[in-house]
């Protein structure tokens, strides 16, 4: 069994993904965890350090709004202790671009990473495109972290780099590098 299939094999015996399509209170607090632990351990998700709790759950509320509209999906994976990860489509895009949609927001609390709960979510959100008609995938991440591995290892197509993309939590600049998925190969799903 290879590394992804192990890790996977593991996330499933303690983790599951849904959709999550009505937010409660706690579902809240899980998600202002997820990102702010996420964006104190470093990561360039377009927050800066500090983050407070009020600034976080204030955009999980405006993702709340977006999912209740049907201008964005949000997936979360579940531990024993609440949601453990997210990952978010965008399908409210241009007229002219019904086929694809952006994916966003991959976060993974420090507390479960390395189980294969990335690899999870990056799954089911492909298959949420589909099952949605969306079979062109397009995201950044920042170039050379371990997203762009996890990309990479589940098939992604790396278009380019932007230098001085973004900035760190704590600030300096950071570059990202675009990717695409093409879910419309049979062979793929």
Known sequence: ??????????????????????????????????LRDCV???????????????????FWRRVAAD???????LLV???????????QLILDLPDNQPHRADVAKLLVHRRSRR???GAALMR?????ALARGRDLLVLDTVTG???ARLYERLG???????????????????PTTYYYRDLSDASVA
């Not at 290879?2 to 937010?23: D, I, K, P, Q, S």
């Not at 999912?67 to 999906?73: C, E, F, K, M, W």
């Not at 089911?124 to 949420?128: H, I, Y």
């Open 77 to 87: 994976a579940r531990d024993e202790r609440g949601i453990c990860g997210t990952v």
């Open 145 to 147: 972290a371990e997203g």
């Open 67 to 73: 999912v209740a509209g049907g201008q964005r999906l």
């Open 1 to 34: 069994m290879n590394g992804e299939a192990e890790a996977n094999a593991g996330f499933r015996e303690v983790c599951e993904v849904c959709e999550l399509r009505e937010f409660s209170a706690a579902d809240i607090d899980d998600l202002v965890e997820v």
């Open 115 to 117: 189980q294969g709960v």
């Open 156 to 174: 992604w197509v790396r278009v380019g780099d932007i230098p001085r993309y973004a900035l760190w939590p704590t600030g300096g600049y950071v």
């Open 40 to 58: 104190e351990g470093g990561a360039s998700v377009s927050f800066m350090l500090p983050l407070s709790r009020e600034h976080a759950a204030a």
């Open 124 to 128: 089911a959100a492909e298959a949420a």
